[in-house]
């Protein structure tokens, strides 16, 4: 059964920094792309970030510059590294696994098959 779980997640001020991680586990798990989204209080599921297999990235424009998502295949792991992080960054954050769709679609939740439980970010001003 293929698992996500995140971590990394805390209450930090405006202009300072987390790693997010998100740990994939799962007999034969291969992704197509990982995904990162938030979610806020009152708010739809916003996409973030996503990497490919290949190391392809993508990010929203509101993060563009301040965030950075890598993987570890080793480690079976992604990352997003948050630089900058503004109040308006305060959600939930969730990773998700697509592995069979395709990835220019990486906007789009449901084209994740698998999501982890979510960490929190909260950054005060």
């Known amino acids: 059964q293929v698992q996500l779980v995140e971590s990394g997640g805390g209450s930090v001020q405006a202009g300072g920094s987390l790693r997010l991680s998100c740990a994939t586990s799962g007999d034969g798990f291969v992704y197509m792309c990982m995904g990162w989204f938030r979610q806020a209080p009152g708010k739809g599921r916003e996409p973030v970030a996503s990497i490919t297999s290949g190391g392809g990235t993508s990010y929203a424009d509101s993060v563009k510059g301040r965030f950075t998502i890598s993987q570890d295949n080793a480690k079976n792991a992604v990352y997003l590294q948050m630089n900058g992080l503004k109040p308006e960054d305060t959600a939930m954050y969730y990773c998700?696994?697509?592995?069979?769709?395709?990835?220019?679609?990486?906007?789009?939740?449901?084209?994740?098959?698998?999501w982890g439980q979510g960490t929190q970010v909260t950054v005060s001003s």
């Open positions: 998700a696994a697509n592995i069979h769709g395709f990835c220019g679609n990486w906007r789009d939740p449901p084209e994740y098959s698998y």
